[in-house]
């Protein structure tokens, strides 16, 4: 057993854990955050996706382990202060770029940090950085829209 | 599914990385980015008794451009090398392939060596290693260590020349020559996949301006990274060319007939776009 040290969502959080426990894992059993959440284990989906250190990674595909020390940013942690939703939150409600909801977590993470390495992407830019994210529901377009209206938003906000 | 269970050793430096990898012998594993391995830990197709997660050598860390190439430390991460400019102007083939290597978030985590040493057949960077004329180096805890012509590196599918008790530290790409220039096409099924077939492609005018040396290296057609010399080889004689110098296999993606195929039109494609691009060069340098 290892134990490890994670600041996640801002918070020190500390787990004890064999070394083969997945961040996916170790983030939704040992600390209960389950908005993360898991479809293939083998980097495929994307709906695991969080931020370590600000960009977003695969948690299915990070051992727990590796990331000890690290800062790590769930869907949990994406809202503000008080729960207010961040703009991406936002536009995503606003525009229907969620149907069931499974892959939303991967896709707020990934968006989250697409904005903030370029807030103004163009639609191809938009297409290419979560072309790594499967949605069985939504047919992607509304998805597309949201980010471009998130992007919109934080321009309004800043 | 999850990985099963193994002796993880997280080593501060490199002495005591190889010193582990040297105890464990072929036990030992070396953990990188993990996008190629944990997948397989995940899938139970690997069982390795010890994992040595290098992830904490910083000094591991490291990309360097001169004149002569570009040098990718162990821990360089895909995304890294796609982004430096300094990398890009010096080999532009690294920027051309790292943008077809998987998505922008495997990226963040995968490293160049990694995919070198997890040799896959359809991967993109050892294609890139093999048609530059690259290497790779490779340290252990007992000797001194050795440097691995891209020629002699890759030996099979998903097999490569390191030994057990060896860490790949870092990876070499010569420069691009003058009045040269290159392309990566490739064709998969959905973005980011692993390519059905790729082609990678180096031009060089000679001093009169007209096409001197081609090459392509083809990924997906074979059991590693097949290089082909094609100079002389007309331009709408290149498909054919590729075509009967390679044996694909089927599999269920793509019959062998159609990857061959594919490989014909994408050399055709790549060679065209590598000539524009040492062209471009030429005409800049003449000005
Ligand atoms: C969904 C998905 C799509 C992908 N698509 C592509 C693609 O289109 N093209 C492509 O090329 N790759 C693709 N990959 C693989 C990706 O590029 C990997 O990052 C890369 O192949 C391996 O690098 P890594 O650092 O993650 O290595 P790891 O997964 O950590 O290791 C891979 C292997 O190399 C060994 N190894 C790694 N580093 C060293 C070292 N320094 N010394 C000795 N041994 C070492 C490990 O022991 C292991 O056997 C994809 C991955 C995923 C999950
Ligand atoms: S669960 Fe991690 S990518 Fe699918
Ligand atoms: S909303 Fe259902 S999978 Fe995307």
Known sequence: MHSITLVVNGVVREATVPARTLLSDCLRHHLGLTGTHVGCEHGVCGCCTVLMDGEPVRSCLTLAVTADGHEITTVEGLAGPGGALSPVQRAFAECHGLQCGFCTPGFLCTATALLAENPDPSDDEIVEGISGNLCRCTGYQNIVKSVRRAAELIREEA | ?287
């Open chain 2, 1 to 287: 599914m999850k990985p099963p269970p193994f002796d993880y050793h997280a080593p501060r430096d490199l002495g005591e990385a190889l010193a582990v990898l040297a105890e464990t012998g072929e036990h030992g594993k070396v953990l990188a980015g993990g996008q190629s391995l944990i997948p397989l830990l995940n899938m139970r197709l690997a069982a390795p008794g010890h994992l040595v997660d290098i992830n904490r050598i910083d000094p591991l860390d490291t990309l360097t451009a001169t004149a002569e190439g570009v040098t990718v430390g162990a821990l360089a991460r895909h995304s890294r090398v796609e982004r430096s400019s300094e990398a890009a102007a010096a080999q532009p083939l690294l920027r051309q392939a790292l943008r077809l290597v998987a998505h922008p978030v495997i990226r963040n985590r995968g490293t160049v060596v990694g995919s070198l040493v997890h040799a896959d057949p359809a991967a993109e960077m050892p294609a890139v290693l093999a048609l530059l004329g690259g290497s790779v180096r490779l340290a252990r805890a007992d000797g001194p260590a050795r440097e691995v012509a891209a020629a002699d590196f890759f030996t099979g599918p998903l097999e490569s020349a390191l030994r057990p008790g060896e860490l790949a530290v870092s990876a070499f790409f010569p420069a691009l020559p003058p009045r040269s220039g290159t392309a990566f096409r490739e064709f998969a099924r959905r973005h980011g996949d692993y390519a059905l077939a790729g082609i990678a492609a180096l031009v060089t005018l000679d001093e009169a301006g007209a096409v001197g040396a081609v090459k392509v290296a083809c990924i997906g057609v074979g059991a590693t990274p097949i290089v082909l010399d094609l100079t002389g080889v007309e331009p709408d004689a290149v498909a054919h060319a590729v075509r009967g110098r390679i044996e694909p296999e089927a599999d269920i993606h793509a019959s062998a007939d159609y990857r061959r195929h594919l490989a014909g039109v994408l050399a055709a494609r790549a060679v065209d776009e590598a000539n524009g691009e040492a062209r471009r060069a030429f005409d800049h340098a003449g000005r």
